[in-house]
């Protein structure tokens, strides 16, 4: 499972006015199909409102809101069937998390966001593919590509917030303004408290996964194992190996133990010694029926 919050930049990735051109371009591969943390087929044009509209006190070079990109691996799809409402569901969940991960003791409901399925990916820039030039940029990716892309308000949910103030459940002066892309991460001290560990809310949507949906996860499929692959010493690296290694060797013995078991079993089932014998059912005897008495018949003399 990819969590990617990706950041701001130019083009598309500009976060600081309107989410329309962003909202537009997820509209490509199907028209609507939006949903929030309570509702589902949310128009286009909703989603747009709703997430400019939800700001205050951001500077005009400010971002105003955030992508989220949650990208399950073919394994992980294959084992819920890239069944869209699961999906929804776990985004969802997910963004739970992403609450959480503020360490503001908000939840999903006191944030502003709305997502969408896709089943299409094409390469980019970021493709190794791409930079060797195997392939051009904006090919179609084969295989199982079902992600979601969610769409989130920088500022909390103002409509909670003003009921919460109104009804005496907050004391702080404003809303929350929750960036992701952040550098403090749980600080407890100075003027900006909590923050938001991004390797810390990879490892929580992926925890959320396994736990929604029963997955059984190799460590070679962990985001811990990646990122260690990635940033580790190469003692780490070494170590990881070897440790995803052992565990495959014993994921396989187990699936070859029980093969083999499965096996014996038929093999006893089709035994002569196990067959099921077949009893044969006694057949009633007919009736007895008496037999008639059979008269003599009348004999014809030889003389008269």
């Given amino acids: 499972m990819v969590a990617k919050i990706p950041n701001s930049g130019k083009g598309l990735s500009q976060r600081t006015g309107?989410?329309?051109?962003?909202?537009?371009?997820?509209?490509?591969e199907a028209p609507g199909q939006w949903?929030?943390?309570?509702?589902?087929?949310?128009?286009?044009?909703?989603?747009?409102?709703?997430?400019?509209?939800?700001?205050?006190n951001l500077n005009r070079d400010a971002d105003k809101y955030y992508q989220v990109i949650l990208a399950p691996s073919q394994a992980e799809l294959r084992h819920i069937g890239s069944d869209p409402e699961k999906l929804r569901a776990y985004t969802r969940t997910a963004m739970e998390?992403?609450?959480?991960?503020?360490?503001?003791?908000?939840?999903?409901?006191?944030?502003?966001?709305?997502?969408?399925?896709e089943h299409e990916r094409t390469t980019g820039p970021?493709?190794?593919?791409?930079?060797?030039?195997?392939?051009?940029?904006?090919?179609?990716?084969?295989?199982?590509?079902?992600?979601v892309h969610v769409i989130v308000s920088r500022?909390?949910?103002?409509?909670?917030?003003?009921?919460?103030?109104?009804?005496?459940?907050?004391?702080?002066?404003?809303?929350?303004?929750?960036?992701?892309?952040?550098?403090?991460?749980?600080?407890?001290r100075g003027v900006v408290t909590g923050g938001f560990e991004r390797k810390q809310f990879s490892e929580r949507v992926e925890q959320a996964f396994d736990q929604a949906f029963g997955y059984d996860r190799p460590l070679s499929e962990t985001f811990r194992y990646a990122h260690t692959m990635q940033h580790g010493?190469?003692?780490?690296?070494?170590?990881?190996?070897?440790?995803?290694?052992?565990?495959?060797?014993?994921r396989q013995a187990v699936q070859q133990a029980a093969a083999q078991q499965l096996a014996a079993e038929q093999r006893r089932q089709?035994?002569?010694?196990?067959?099921?014998?077949?009893?044969?059912?006694?057949?009633?005897?007919?009736?007895?029926?008496?037999?008639?008495?059979?008269?003599p018949s009348r004999g014809f003399g030889m003389g008269m």
């Fill in 97 to 117: 998390q992403y609450a959480a991960n503020f360490g503001k003791g908000i939840e999903g409901r006191d944030l502003v966001y709305f997502a969408k399925v």
């Fill in 126 to 147: 970021q493709d190794r593919a791409v930079q060797l030039g195997d392939v051009p940029r904006g090919q179609q990716k084969g295989g199982e590509q079902t992600h």
């Fill in 270 to 295: 089709t035994t002569p010694e196990h067959r099921p014998v077949q009893v044969d059912t006694p057949q009633p005897k007919p009736e007895h029926t008496p037999v008639r008495e059979r008269k």
């Fill in 155 to 188: 500022t909390e949910n103002l409509s909670r917030y003003t009921e919460r103030k109104q009804a005496g459940e907050l004391e702080r002066k404003n809303p929350y303004h929750l960036s992701p892309l952040t550098n403090h991460k749980d600080t407890r």
């Fill in 233 to 250: 010493t190469p003692e780490q690296c070494a170590a990881l190996r070897t440790e995803a290694l052992r565990e495959q060797q014993q």
């Fill in 35 to 56: 949903f929030s943390l309570d509702r589902d087929d949310v128009p286009a044009g909703e989603v747009t409102q709703a997430i400019d509209r939800n700001k205050r």
């Fill in 18 to 28: 309107s989410c329309a051109g962003l909202v537009a371009y997820l509209e490509k």
